[in-house]
């Protein structure tokens, strides 16, 4: 391998990357190894080589720097291959085409130092060796952080940015847009093994996820290619980070575009560098959008009057102008001299004419928009400059040793002037190499913009890394344009994020970005996007609909102001009016045969304590108070059991009545007002008492329950202890249904107007409505508990005023007619009991007879006997029509109004007169 060199009192050596690619024989171990042949030539790359040129022209006519120094230099070029590479710097060592290691046999000049290689992986094989021998070597492309480990690599120094931080600045670039579901493709060789990991954990530790991260290498067949190409396909992720070198990339981005695998935005690291002359059109498209990082580049001040005035004939020392020239017009030399490793498949097309104008097209094919790398390059050798110039100017008076003299420089005093060196390329920033070999790491982030088929590079942000001030991205982002796909930020998220009110629940076997949203359970909120739990809502709060604030709970209360609360005391009102009505009718008709023959007093008593009844319901409705909540249950058992308790004494006078039918039976004692008045008062007295107790015991009080329901705190009556709500109930239900049964039995009693009849149907009611509350209050809660009591409250006191009142109004207002005692027994009936009457005094009047017959015919005219015949045939018709009645309508056969009657003696009398 024979380096270019141009001479010079002292040479900089360089290994420069220039061409992309290369092709690797396989050795067969049967005959000598075949050469690596490189291919590919790329102009960018050839730029830095002409970066390095420029600086030593640079330098070499300053009268400033190194004045009667003259610098050369002596040039490798590397491509692609590391072992090409190693031998390409050995042989700058010895000075020789084959490498003598560790000696240095040229004779003229003395090598300061090495320059390269471009690539992280190319640099790190030869800073093994050259670190070894204390040879410094500055990079202009190699970006891993590993380099700067000053133990395995202790003579290497770097003009461009290390990238220790670029994983910071990838993931919160990452974080900025949201992006939580990204891709990685990574070189396959050690620094994107390392890099990649870095990339890797810090993008998982701010949250996001990698959802594949694949390796690509320039060396890979088809097959792995398009493997990495599917994998890109089948995922949903819409951003990768790309860790590699732009070259390795090459085969990937034209087999996406083949694939049509497009719009997904790529994150460039900083070791891609971005040259689009590298890619074809088809990659360019694949490109647009993506995002890179790039470390800070300057300007070189005179570098593009330089390009222009290249040519092969006048610059014939230049070293590869003719592959230069060959790429750049597309045609070929005849006996090209520097291109004998490349290989020459394409040997058609024109002769070079050499009069090819470059000076137009040095934008497009040099790149000259980004000088980055040229211009590290260029710094390179400022560096070396700096160092020399120190080196000669014999800063140290007191070390008595020769100094400026050109041929006592070695390299290892050279690597300690380096490190010590301050330097600086034209008036730009004084820079200083740290303790690491590194210059300060400033970053640009630029994004890559295909606009009517142009390339544009723009820098869209900076990214400062500072231990103080915290590592920080700073984007524009109303100078990205994305591509084609989005013109949004697009989203890249395995799962869409959790809105307040849900959280997240991480699918199994899939990575934590992968989730789905469960809605937060009824009480608990969740308040931010993306939150893991829920929290749950103090006690006098609950969650509102959303499930993103906890709100105080609704007090509920059955009030006066809601439709229910206004249904229920209308109801109640409009029945306590129709009490007080029917109330007001029965006083006013006092007299009538009707409400005679009911028991008046009874009436008014259940008349009364149905109206009350109707009226306590008003009691329930309302926010609950200490006296409200006193009162209810109470004033309402009292005033029910009064109701109950006349209708118990109702239903018992019915069945004394008819069990009393003759005149002279033992019962008939109690039919005066003694029973119904007992009745009613022992009742009452019980359910008094038994309310007594409950509010001298545990009396009810209002409170504020937020148990039972979630979402609304219920203002309720405590009953205090349920025993005596329940006695109270069940002391109810006792006299109903002991009134039922009462009732029930005497259902059959004759009449077409039968209080019995009535009295079972509406205790039947009463009972009904009152089972059915029970269920019905268990199972509701808050005012619906109160409603249902209310409204089972109102039902059984209509009942019992519809079944036993109503009828009786009926016929007072609508039927006169009807209000006449003949009509109550229905004709059958009224007639026998007529007939039983006469029947009595006849028996009277036989026995009476009886005992007078002696007198009667010891009398002077005693009656004649066709007379008594006729009675006592009367008599015998009487008795016989009587018995046949007595078995149709059983033993029952007086009606209901006996004693009524028996206050009516007027016809008694008169029977008894004839
Ligand atoms: C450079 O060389 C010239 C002539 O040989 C000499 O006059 C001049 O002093 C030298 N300058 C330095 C800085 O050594
Ligand atoms: C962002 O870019 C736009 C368009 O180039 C420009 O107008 C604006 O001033 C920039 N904003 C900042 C903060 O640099
Ligand atoms: C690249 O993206 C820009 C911005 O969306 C779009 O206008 C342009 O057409 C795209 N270029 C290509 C080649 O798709
Ligand atoms: C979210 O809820 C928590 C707990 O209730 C509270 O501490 C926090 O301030 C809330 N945050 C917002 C933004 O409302």
Redesign the pocket.
């Known amino acids: 391998m024979d380096p270019f060199t141009q001479p010079g009192d002292v040479l900089i050596g360089g290994v420069f990357l220039v061409y992309s690619g290369y092709d690797f024989p396989q050795p067969s171990f049967h005959n000598w190894p075949q050469p690596v042949t490189c291919n590919g030539f790329h102009i960018r790359y050839y730029r830095d080589v002409l970066g390095l040129i420029f600086a030593i022209n640079e330098i070499n006519n300053s009268p400033d720097l190194l004045p009667n120094v003259t610098i050369g230099f002596s040039l490798v070029h590397s491509c692609m291959s590391e072992l090409r590479n190693i031998g390409g710097a050995m042989s700058l060592m010895s000075g020789t085409g084959n490498p003598v290691p560790c000696y240095d046999c040229r004779k003229t000049s003395v090598m300061a130092g090495i320059i390269g290689d471009k690539l992280s992986a190319l640099s790190l094989p030869i800073a093994r060796i050259l670190g070894v021998h204390s040879y410094p070597q500055i990079s202009y492309g190699a970006t891993t952080s590993a380099l700067s480990d000053k133990v395995n690599f202790p003579s290497f120094f770097r003009t461009i940015s290390n990238n220790m931080f670029q994983h910071i600045a990838i993931s919160q670039l990452i974080g900025q847009f949201g992006w939580t579901w990204v891709g990685m493709v990574i070189v396959d060789n050690e620094v994107g093994e390392l890099g990649g990991q870095a990339i890797r954990t810090e993008v998982e530790k701010s949250g996001s996820c990698v959802a594949f991260a694949e390796k690509i290498h320039l060396s890979y067949s088809k097959r792995q290619v398009l493997r990495v190409v599917d994998v890109i396909r089948e995922s949903s992720v819409n951003i990768i980070i790309l860790h590699s070198t732009e070259a390795h990339m090459k085969f990937l981005l034209d087999a996406m575009y083949d694939e049509g695998v497009t719009g997904k935005i790529f994150i460039s690291s900083a070791s891609f560098t971005i040259t689009p002359g590298l890619f074809s059109k088809k990659a360019?498209?694949v490109l647009?959008?993506t995002i890179g990082l790039m470390s800070k580049t300057g300007q070189i001040p005179g570098f593009e009057t330089f390009l222009q005035s290249l040519h092969p004939s006048l610059n014939h020392s230049h070293p590869l102008i003719k592959p230069f020239w060959k790429t750049a017009f597309n045609c070929n030399w005849e006996n090209g001299e520097f291109i004998k490793n490349t290989t020459h498949a394409d040997t058609q097309g024109p002769l070079c004419s050499e009069d090819e104008d470059l000076k137009t097209m040095i934008p497009s094919l040099l790149e000259t928009f980004d000088l980055s790398l040229t211009y590290h390059a260029y710094l390179a050798v400022y560096a070396y400059a700096h160092a020399l110039h120190a080196l000669l100017q014999c800063p140290s008076r007191e070390n008595h040793q020769p100094c400026g003299n050109v041929t006592s420089i070695q390299p290892w005093k050279v690597l300690r002037s380096l490190k010590k060196t301050p330097f600086q390329a034209h008036s730009e920033d004084i820079i200083t190499f740290d303790a690491n070999g590194d210059v300060p790491a400033l970053h640009d982030i630029v994004t890559i913009?295909?606009?009517n088929?142009h390339f544009h590079l723009v820098t869209v942000g900076s990214f400062t890394p500072g231990a103080v001030t915290g590592h920080t991205v700073l984007i524009n982002r109303s100078q990205i344009?994305?591509?084609?796909k989005?013109?949004q930020v697009p989203e890249s998220v395995c799962s869409n994020s959790c809105g307040p009110g849900s959280r997240r629940v991480t699918r199994r076997g899939q990575p934590p970005c992968c989730f789905d949203c469960v809605p937060c359970s009824a009480g608990e909120i969740s308040n931010s996007t993306d939150a893991v739990k829920c929290f749950r809502c103090p006690q006098d709060q609950w969650s509102n609909e959303d499930q993103d604030r906890c709100i105080p709970k609704t007090i509920e209360f059955l009030s006066y102001q809601e439709p229910l609360g206004h249904i229920l005391v209308s109801m109640a009102s409009v029945s306590s009016l129709l009490g007080l009505s029917i109330l007001l009718t029965f006083i006013r008709f006092k007299d009538t045969p009707i409400i005679k023959a009911t028991n008046r007093e009874l009436s008014y008593i259940l008349l009364t304590s149905l109206i009350l009844c109707f009226l306590c319901c008003l009691v329930f409705i309302g926010q609950p108070s200490t006296v409200t909540c006193l009162l209810r249950q109470t004033f309402f058992s009292v005033v029910f059991s009064i109701s109950i308790s006349s209708v118990l004494a109702k239903t018992i006078m019915v069945i004394l009545a008819f069990k009393a039918t003759r005149l002279n039976s033992p019962l008939r004692r109690w039919l005066g007002p003694i029973i119904p008045r007992h009745v009613v008062g022992i009742c009452s007295g019980l359910q008094i008492l038994i309310c007594s107790v409950w509010l001298y015991k545990s009396p009810p009080f209002p409170v504020l329950n937020t148990q039972i329901e979630n979402h609304k705190i219920i203002f309720e009556c405590n009953e205090g202890h349920k025993l005596f709500f329940y006695m109270t109930l069940g002391f109810m239900g006792f006299l109903a249904t002991i009134s039922f049964f009462v009732a029930f039995l005497a259902r059959n009693l004759p009449g077409s107007y039968n209080e019995a009849k009535l009295i079972t149907f509406s205790m039947l009611i009463f009972c009904c409505v009152w089972i059915s509350f029970i269920p019905a209050y268990l199972s509701t809660s808050g005012k619906y508990t109160v409603a249902v009591q209310v409204f089972a409250i109102l039902v059984s006191s209509a009942g019992l005023l519809g079944c036993i009142f109503l009828p009786k109004c009926y016929i007072i207002i609508v039927r006169p007619e009807k209000n006449r005692r003949e009509c109550f027994g229905g004709n059958t009936s009224f007639k026998h009991v007529r007939l039983s009457y006469r029947l009595s005094v006849l028996r009277h009047l036989i026995n009476a007879a009886r005992a007078c017959v002696p007198a009667l015919w010891r009398q002077p005219s005693p009656p004649s006997l066709s007379m008594w015949i006729r009675k006592v045939e009367e008599i015998k018709r009487m008795e016989n029509l009587t018995a046949q009645l007595q078995d149709r309508n059983s033993r029952f056969y007086r009606t209901w109004f006996y004693w009524d009657q028996f206050t009516d003696t007027a016809e008694y009398k008169s029977l008894l007169a004839q």
């Open positions: 360019w498209k647009n959008g913009q295909i606009l088929g344009l994305w591509n084609d989005f013109s």
